[in-house]
């Protein structure tokens, strides 16, 4: 009988992230599981794409859609589009998305018309705002999920809310985190890795410095509400100098509104992840409109301020280092100055242990055991 074969779906940055430790796991599983990497191309750039596969040592992709650029509806239309014509040309028995971008949808959305399995891994994440585009592709994509993966409790409590089966629920961890420390550890042991990240890290010697990422539309596509956010930025660097690696989105919005970061903010191209993590993992707070970098800092036990007004991950709040500020200048101050104030929190989610994609695969490979024929 021929093995069961997974199409593992990726197409961003933070895709990348989650996907390298399942692929890891994947490989170890290979007299249960088969696999093909599809790569829907939706970030194509080195900065933002490429590097990753060098620093994660992921294999090239089986498949690249080549589907980047244009709005959500043109995006999403083009990466169904692709991925329905590379599964009839390579049929397979489940599709697993992570996360939720644009391309996470579109893959669930062909792969559910097509009659195929559906695996979410990092289900059940709810902000309540239904006004950022991730919130949609999460709910969407879980409404037709056949098995869902959590990060956190609170994840498995929304989609029981939903209405999904138990059974079809796994708490399993982050394997998000995963990465995070299979990476750490290369870094501690090659630091020249470290690369960009490195080299302004190691410019401030012993002295404090924060971080900032910024992409959210929300936060960077209202001229007001950017500048309201770096003049807030401006003030807490008057007293913390901020490192601030602008993604290309930002960049553009920056130049845009005529905005200057100011002499005390650095700014830099994107820095790939061993790059970032080699910055930020000693840094004295992250600001950041990342849901990832929440994470990432919770688990190294590095302040997070967040600049949103609600999070989909509960968990960097009750059980970790997290601190929502909100957009509006004031809020952002303050909460910068609070998490600064005291040591960052020592408490970790639960299943935050580096095996979350150890235990994916694990119920992935039982939920086809008792199945005849397939991959046939």
Not at 139 to 165: S, Y
Not at 200 to 211: A, H, Q, T
Not at 215 to 234: K, S, W, Y
Request: hydrophobic share 40%; proline share 7%; with cysteine.
């Amino acid at each position: 009988m021929n093995l069961p074969q997974i199409a593992l779906v990726a197409g961003t940055r933070p895709n990348f992230v989650k996907i390298a430790p399942l692929i890891r796991a994947f490989e170890r599983a290979s007299d249960r599981l088969g696999y093909r990497l599809i790569h829907t191309g939706q970030h194509s750039d080195r900065d933002m794409n490429t590097v990753f596969f060098e620093e994660f040592d992921i294999p090239q992709p089986d498949a690249f859609l080549g589907c980047q650029g244009g709005s959500h509806a043109e995006g999403t239309g083009r990466i169904m589009m692709a991925m329905e014509e590379e599964l009839l040309r390579h049929p397979v028995d489940a599709v697993l998305v992570v996360g939720d971008v644009n391309s996470t949808l579109a893959a669930a959305l062909v792969a559910k018309k097509m009659q195929l399995d559906l695996i979410h891994v990092e289900a059940g994440l709810r902000s309540g705002d239904r006004k950022m585009p991730e919130e949609i592709n999460r709910m969407a994509t879980d409404a037709i999920t056949d098995l869902f993966f959590t990060t956190e409790p609170a994840a498995n409590a929304a989609l029981r809310k939903e209405g999904h089966p138990e059974e079809c629920i796994h708490f399993v961890g982050n394997v998000m985190i995963d990465n995070l420390f299979h990476q750490a550890e290369r870094l501690a042991s090659d630091p020249a890795r470290g690369g960009r990240g490195k080299a302004v890290r190691d410019e401030f010697g012993d002295k404090p410095y924060g971080v900032v990422t910024l992409h959210r539309p929300g936060n960077v596509d209202d001229p007001e509400t950017l500048a309201g956010i770096v003049g807030a930025l401006q003030i807490i660097a008057r007293d913390l100098p901020l490192v601030f690696p602008m993604h290309p989105r930002t960049r553009t919005r920056f130049a845009a509104a005529g905005l200057e970061p100011g002499p005390r903010i650095l700014v830099t191209p994107p820095l790939s992840y061993m790059e970032f993590l080699a910055l930020w993992r000693e840094a004295e707070v992250v600001l950041t409109d990342s849901g990832g970098v929440q994470e990432e800092c919770t688990a190294l036990g590095v302040r997070c301020v967040t600049l949103r007004d609600t999070t989909e991950r509960p968990a960097t709040l009750s059980d970790g280092t997290n601190m929502l500020a909100g957009i509006e200048p004031a809020g952002i101050i303050e909460a910068t100055a609070r998490s600064r104030s005291s040591p960052p929190s020592s408490r970790r989610p639960a299943l935050w242990d580096g095996r979350a994609a150890e235990r994916t695969v694990e119920a992935i490979a039982r939920h086809f055991a008792g199945r005849t024929g397939a991959g046939s």
